[in-house]
């Protein structure tokens, strides 16, 4: 794909509108079920997010792929030549169900097998994370780095996730984590991937 800025523009718009979607809907009334157990919550708010994402999206790029959370089937991490974009229209929906503004709005492209770009939105705090593969990355547009300076585990506060998954629970469990939290400053999970990672 040629034109990145028009496609990182592109899901700025998209998942910016989607933001607006989850955090005015936060504390409010709407309906929740669950995919896989009733750890792995899904609600009314994430659909019209995905939708309104989807909209712009496919709008925008009618030959792309597009693959999202709530309509995910294994086949969908099939790459092939064509553009696909992955899209979380509400990580962290547990945080949101029970009333916590940790909570993002994802969208990444992918050429071939190889990401891009990606954006993530904080619709609470406005901040919006982006990259563009070889051109660094992004806060509200001003350039970001990691920390060079922080490079031991005792220097570090170690961020993880708790899975829903029975499954990846169990492996979670053996997880030494009084040996991690010995060894680094200290231990966080904010229950949004995306946000334990920008």
């Given at each position: 794909?040629?034109?990145?800025?028009?496609?990182?523009?592109?899901?700025?718009?998209?998942?910016?509108?989607?933001?607006?979607?989850?955090?005015?809907?936060?504390?409010?009334?709407?309906?929740?079920?669950?995919?896989?157990?009733?750890?792995?919550?899904?609600?009314?708010?994430?659909?019209?997010?995905?939708?309104?994402?989807?909209?712009?999206?496919?709008?925008?790029?009618?030959?792309?792929?597009?693959?999202?959370?709530?309509?995910?089937?294994?086949?969908?991490?099939?790459?092939?030549?064509?553009?696909?974009?992955?899209?979380?229209?509400?990580?962290?929906t547990t945080n949101f169900v029970f009333g916590i503004p940790l909570c993002t709005v994802t969208a990444a492209l992918t050429?071939?097998?190889?990401?891009?770009?990606?954006?993530?939105?904080?619709?609470?705090?406005?901040?919006?994370?982006?990259?563009?593969?070889?051109?660094?990355?992004?806060?509200?547009?001003?350039?970001?780095?990691?920390?060079?300076?922080?490079?031991?585990?005792?220097?570090?506060?170690?961020?993880?996730?708790?899975?829903?998954?029975?499954?990846?629970?169990?492996?979670?469990?053996?997880?030494?984590?009084?040996?991690?939290?010995?060894?680094?400053?200290?231990?966080?999970?904010?229950?949004?991937?995306?946000?334990?990672?920008?």
């Open positions: 794909m040629q034109d990145l800025e028009l496609a990182l523009e592109s899901a700025i718009k998209a998942v910016t509108g989607a933001g607006q979607i989850v955090k005015a809907s936060l504390g409010g009334k709407f309906k929740t079920g669950f995919k896989s157990c009733p750890a792995d919550l899904v609600t009314e708010v994430d659909r019209r997010s995905q939708s309104f994402i989807l909209d712009q999206l496919g709008s925008a790029f009618p030959g792309h792929r597009l693959v999202a959370e709530e309509d995910f089937t294994g086949d969908d991490l099939e790459l092939d030549d064509r553009p696909s974009w992955f899209i979380d229209p509400l990580d962290g050429v071939g097998a190889v990401p891009v770009l990606g954006v993530t939105y904080d619709p609470f705090r406005d901040e919006i994370y982006s990259a563009v593969r070889g051109g660094g990355s992004f806060l509200n547009g001003r350039r970001i780095a990691v920390d060079s300076t922080r490079n031991k585990v005792a220097d570090s506060l170690i961020n993880t996730g708790y899975p829903s998954s029975d499954t990846f629970k169990e492996e979670m469990w053996r997880a030494d984590f009084k040996k991690i939290l010995y060894k680094a400053i200290d231990l966080r999970a904010f229950g949004s991937a995306a946000l334990e990672l920008t």
